[in-house]
Every structure is written in C-alpha cells, then in structure tokens.
C-alpha cells in the first residue's frame, strides 16, 4: 500500500523522473531531462509561432511534467489535453519522435504535459488581439 501511495505522490509532484521512455540514441538521461536539445530546436518556432529562448525556460520538475494519461488520472489535465496539441509544442524534427517545448527544457515526448499546456486555439486568439 505504501509503495502505491509513493507512485501515486511522485505521479501527482510530476517530478518527470518516472518516465519510461527509450532515449534517442546518443542521448543521456540528464541531456534528455534538461538538455541542450539539436540545433534545429534551440530556437525554434512552436505550434503557436512561440519563439524557443533557451535561456528562459523552466525545469520540468518546476512544471508538473509527466506523462499526459498520468496526469488525466490525477486530475491536472482534461482528456486529450497532451504537448503534441499544445501551442508551446515544437514537433519532431529529426525523427526521434521526441520535439521541444518554448518553455521548458530538455526532450518533450508528445504524449506528455504539463501546467504550462496552452490549446494551440487560445494561443492564436490570444495573438490576434
């Protein structure tokens, strides 16, 4: 029972560590979790036309980033609500199937999220005025 309580906490902190996820080759854990992410990321453009600064963005664990279905269960996203709709999303650029984020560092899987998840709608209505 403790064991379950503990999962269910880390799960709800969203401290990005209990992924599962197989690395891009070349990759280590630490430049996954925080970076640098490739070139063509760096300062790239989100779904949203959001300019990456890599200077000025958040650690996953100060965004609650976790795996999406994860954060369905505990109650932090609506269903559907995951990076790859999000409007900060940068999608894969190199075939690894892993993107970017222009707030948070590190790879961004697109079946993640996190508090900082933006409709790619919103964004744009938001700029238009």
Same mark, same amino acid.
């Given at each position: 029972? #403790? &064991?379950?309580?503990?999962?269910?906490?880390?799960? !709800?902190?969203?401290? %990005?560590?209990?992924? /599962?996820?197989?690395?891009?080759?070349?990759?280590?854990?630490?430049?996954?979790?925080?970076?640098?992410?490739?070139?063509?990321?760096?300062?790239?453009?989100?779904?949203?036309?959001?300019?990456?600064?890599?200077?000025?963005?958040?650690?996953? #664990? &100060?965004?609650?980033?976790?795996?999406?279905?994860? !954060?369905?269960?505990? %109650?932090?996203?609506? /269903?559907?609500?995951?990076?790859?709709?999000?409007?900060?999303?940068?999608?894969?650029?190199?075939?690894?199937?892993?993107?970017?984020?222009?707030?948070?560092?590190?790879?961004?899987?697109?079946?993640?999220?996190?508090?900082?998840?933006?409709?790619? &709608?919103?964004?744009?209505?938001?700029?238009?005025?």
């Amino acid at each position: 029972m #403790e &064991e379950a309580e503990a999962e269910a906490e880390q799960t !709800a902190e969203g401290d %990005g560590e209990d992924h /599962e996820e197989e690395l891009p080759e070349g990759v280590s854990e630490e430049e996954f979790e925080r970076g640098p992410v490739p070139e063509a990321y760096r300062t790239a453009l989100s779904q949203a036309n959001e300019e990456r600064d890599p200077d000025r963005l958040f650690t996953k #664990e &100060e965004v609650q980033f976790q795996e999406a279905d994860d !954060a369905v269960a505990a %109650g932090f996203a609506d /269903e559907g609500s995951d990076c790859g709709n999000c409007a900060e999303y940068i999608p894969d650029k190199n075939g690894d199937g892993f993107g970017a984020c222009a707030k948070v560092e590190g790879y961004i899987d697109p079946e993640d999220w996190c508090v900082v998840w933006e409709s790619i &709608e919103d964004a744009e209505a938001e700029q238009e005025s």
